[in-house]
Nanobody, 123 residues
């Protein structure tokens, strides 16, 4: 079975850091682009960052550029999202998702989703 398990969320003060992890199993990980999305209460799910298959390319939403860094360890089948200089507007449930093919921040292109991990940034 395809599984994506997100972890690492928590409560942090504004300006702090967290590192999210997305552990994958059940599919050819290196062939998949893996992305992070987030959804705040009352808002649509939005793309945050994506790592292309193998990890050759990365993309970020404008709102997180310079603060978040995505990386992947293909040997461990895990993608990480290092989040620095967190702001209250980063508060959301963060999901990882996978798609076979090129990187995209369009949520409709992703067929595999993890269960989400809550990130709360207090001001």
């Amino acid at each position: 079975d395809v599984q994506l398990q997100a972890s690492g969320g928590g409560l942090v003060q504004s300006g702090g850091s967290l590192r999210l992890s997305c552990a994958a199993s059940g599919f050819a990980f290196v062939e998949y682009s893996i992305a992070w999305f987030r959804q705040a209460p009352g808002k649509e799910r939005e793309g945050v960052s994506v790592s292309s298959r193998i990890g050759g390319s990365t993309y970020y939403a404008d709102s997180v550029k310079g603060r978040f860094t995505i990386s992947r360890d293909n040997a461990k089948k895990t993608v990480y999202l290092q989040m620095n200089s967190l702001k209250s507007e980063d508060t959301a449930v963060y999901y990882c998702a996978g798609r076979l093919g090129g990187p995209s921040l369009g949520r409709e292109l992703y067929g595999y989703w993890g269960q989400g991990t809550q990130v709360t940034v207090s001001s």
